[in-house]
């Protein structure tokens, strides 16, 4: 009996503190399997969030061009590849129907094939557009090298400054994006006064009917596509000749006038002020 209570501490102490380290190992196991699994959702809320920024797309601007965003969508500019090469790039503010004036300056850029690693350098010089301050400019204007059209193009802007600030931006070009001038815009600070104001042909009840609003408001977001052969019967632009959009229509001496752009719609409400003798009615622009 002596014995049998000699060996029973002996015996069951090893099982004791067995029992004790798997219970230790069992719970760092949870411990650390717990720490894994809230790592692995941070980390894939984290990319949640990153991919959900890069998700954001712009719809195009309103003549017609990509618009890309500045920083955290402080500004924004609309880049506009014109058929003869042309690059234009328009600065707009945090709402990307607000025309932004920057300060002068010659902007470097960088454009290259999107599948080349072949890089050639370009120059975005200042052109004001009118009603632009002194010593300012809402629009840059650069030329793409020849052999560089007719694909998409990747653009990059290392440095742009505006007000203290200096940002980078980089951009795609889609080979089918090129637009052809068409129409002669309205520049900055003069869509209210042409819209909103009546004159000549153009009369309050024009502006009433068109919702007491501007082209770049009523319009934005979509884009337009230029189609330069149209068939008989179909309706044209007033101003390009082209093939009429039913989205973009305007009211004009109290007729509804369909155009292909609003920089077309912009020309032709400023005709319809300045040169009223000269307007036409909507039937007579279609296609023979």
């Not at 618009?67 to 328009?90: C, K, M, N």
């Not at 951009?171 to 052809?180: G, R, S, V």
């Amino acid at each position: 009996m002596k014995f049998a209570k000699f060996l029973r501490p002996i015996f069951f102490r090893p099982i004791f503190y067995s029992a004790l380290i798997c219970v230790g190992l069992f719970l760092g196991c949870e411990q650390k399997s717990d720490s894994a699994k809230s790592s692995q959702q941070k980390t894939d809320l984290g990319k949640h969030d990153h991919d959900h920024g890069h998700e954001h797309e712009h719809p195009p601007g309103a003549h017609g061009g990509t618009i890309v965003p500045l920083g955290a969508e402080s500004y924004h500019a609309e880049a506009l590849l014109q058929e003869d090469g042309t690059l234009r790039l328009f600065m707009l503010g945090k709402d990307e129907s607000r025309v932004q004036e920057i300060q002068v300056q010659t902007i470097k850029a960088f454009a290259k094939h999107e599948d080349s690693v072949e890089v050639r350098n370009i120059e975005l010089t200042p052109e004001p557009q009118s009603g632009d301050s002194e010593g300012k400019t809402s629009q840059f204007v650069g030329k793409i090298p020849k052999e560089l059209l007719g694909k998409s193009i990747r653009v990059t802007v290392p440095n742009i400054a505006i007000s203290g600030e200096r940002f980078r931006i980089a951009f795609e070009l889609k080979a089918h994006e090129a637009h052809q001038p068409m129409g002669n815009a309205a520049q900055a600070g003069e869509e209210e006064s042409l819209y909103l104001t009546p004159g000549g042909k153009y009369t309050a009840a024009d502006i009433e009917a068109n919702g007491k609003t501007i082209p770049s408001i009523k319009f934005k977001g979509i884009r337009s596509n230029h189609d330069d052969k149209p068939m008989p019967g179909d309706k044209i632009c007033p101003i390009s000749k082209t093939k009429a959009n039913e989205q973009f229509v305007w009211i004009i001496d109290s007729k509804a006038y369909t155009f292909c752009c609003p920089p077309c719609i912009d020309e032709f409400v400023r005709s319809a002020k300045e040169q009223p003798d000269t307007l036409r009615a909507p039937e007579s622009y279609i296609k023979e």
